[in-house]
């Protein structure tokens, strides 16, 4: 569990994550921009097991209000950058 | 071969897990069987240790045929049992071991036409056994013939009305006539007008019937194979094309067989949602629940308290289901749905309930669905809120007598007293089945999910 130190780490840490939910060519046509939840087709349980994935393989505390950051790879980039380092 | 669904006839053994001499205990998963729609683990029911595998990896057989033979513990050798125990080599058609001296056939049964197991399930369905003809050894009843006589009409990917161009013919029993030459036209079906396996006469010269390769594309076929059905696809295209086939012929069955009504429900899930979220700022991930569980948990309560909901349609009256086990529609990525079952619903706690859902859906959605899952459903939900769509009309899986559905999470108006604002709600609805009740249950069956949604007494 290692948190990322640059953005572009971060990016490819969310992906990682996605990856493991749902891998496949809508992921690799994924926009850092996109919406995950839309693009994906992800609902709450897979959602769940990417946040759980995702506070797992970074060591991030991840709570139900941070949720909204994580809509698009970008945006999860941020949070995860910005919470790294604590 | 256990039955892994309603409709299911045969399964082909891809995957043996455990090897003779393994020690297994119920539960284990012991090997995985593909059918139409998914390959699924099957888990063992007994403890004890593995005798002999009888099915090699790749061969298709019938269900109720015998996988294996179990020595219990601690008797030391005589009175094997095939796994899964619904089906003991007993009852069977599959000749006895050649290694136990004497296989009797259900040692201490209480009757000689069936086993307990069958007896249990065949209770449980309200079918008089005596009334079931049997298929197996001395016309034992077997698990397979019950179903069949609980079923008769099997789904089927062909319309009502048979037709020359659309014959009424299980998949496996086109592949088989396909490869032994015969012309699906020219076949007879059985009483209940569709061609099985065994209304396909043998090949000319005698080929390992149970033994087709799982995959392979029939060649060439004497007639043109309905639209449903399409051969020389790719390995992948054909398990998906197989999958709309079953679901198509489920959903074509309860079409023809249920005079469905539809009643819905407006819910407010204001406090229910606020009272969620506390419950998960406190929770690290993996204990987190998401509405759906609650919604899921509601559900299943509200089957218990309306027994007229929870059951099945079974020749011509309606049999009570004795617990709630919660079917559950799982769509898949890349399309088309499995459906598989959480037993005992009602009396799981939530975050048992939430535990159960995530491992079954993610089970579904791995392809990857236990036997255990696959247990026959009391009544379905679906959950298309996730979709965004805001209600579903859902058709019912027969035998059931009920589907409910759940729409999104919708900010709606809403008029508390004399005040009006917005809250989150859900719109609930409850397709029934006719013969078995009128509107006015589903109704009630709503009201009770509302309550139980409002009751504090319900929370963790």
Partial sequence: MTAPTTDEHARTVVRASLARIAPGPELDALADTDDVRDRLELDSLDFLAFVEHLARSTGIRIDEDDYPRL???????????????? | ?????????????????VS????????????????????????????????????????????????????????GGPSPEAVPPETPAAATPAPPPPEVAHAPPTPAAPSPRAT???????????????????????????????????????????????????????????????????????LTPGGDGVIRARDIPPAPE???AAAPPPESPPESPPEPPPATAPTGATAGAGASERMRAAIAARMTRSMREIPHYHVDAVLEIGAVLERLREVNRRAPVPDRMVPAVLLLHAAARAARQVPELNGHWVDGAFVPATSVALG???????????VPTIPAADELPLPELMASLRGVAGRARSGRLRSSDTAPASITVTDLGETGAHSVHGLIFPPEVALVGFGAVVRRPWADGDLLGTRPTVVATLTGDHRATDGIVGGRFLHVIDTVLHDPEEWP
Avoid at chain 2, 1 to 17: K, R
Avoid at chain 2, 158 to 180: D, G, H, K, Q
Avoid at chain 2, 328 to 338: A, D, M
Wanted: net charge neutral; aromatic share 2%.
């Fill in chain 2, 328 to 338: 559950v529609v799982v769509s898949l990525r890349g399309g088309g749905l499995l």
């Fill in chain 2, 20 to 75: 003779p001499g393994d020690r297994v205990h119920r539960g284990d998963l012991v090997a995985a069987v593909e059918t139409e729609k998914s390959v699924i683990d099957v888990e063992c029911f007994e403890d004890g240790v593995v005798e002999r595998l009888l099915v090699p990896v790749g061969t298709t057989v019938p269900v109720g045929a015998p996988l294996a033979l179990i020595t219990p513990d601690g008797t």
């Fill in chain 2, 116 to 186: 307990p197991l069958v007896r249990r399930l065949a209770e449980r369905l309200g079918l008089d056994l005596a009334a079931v003809p049997g298929s197996g050894p001395g016309g034992a009843v077997t698990r397979a013939d019950v179903r069949a006589a609980v079923a008769p009409p099997r789904p089927l990917p062909s319309p009502p009305s048979p037709s020359p161009a659309r014959l009424r013919i299980t998949p496996y029993a086109r592949r088989l006539a396909v490869e032994r030459g015969a012309s699906p036209q020219c």
């Fill in chain 2, 1 to 17: 071969m256990p039955s892994l669904g309603a409709d299911m006839e045969s399964g082909t053994l891809v995957e043996w897990t």
């Fill in chain 1, 71 to 86: 809509r698009t790879v970008a945006s999860a980039a941020v949070f995860l950058a910005a919470a790294g380092p604590s």
């Fill in chain 2, 206 to 208: 005698p080929t390992p």
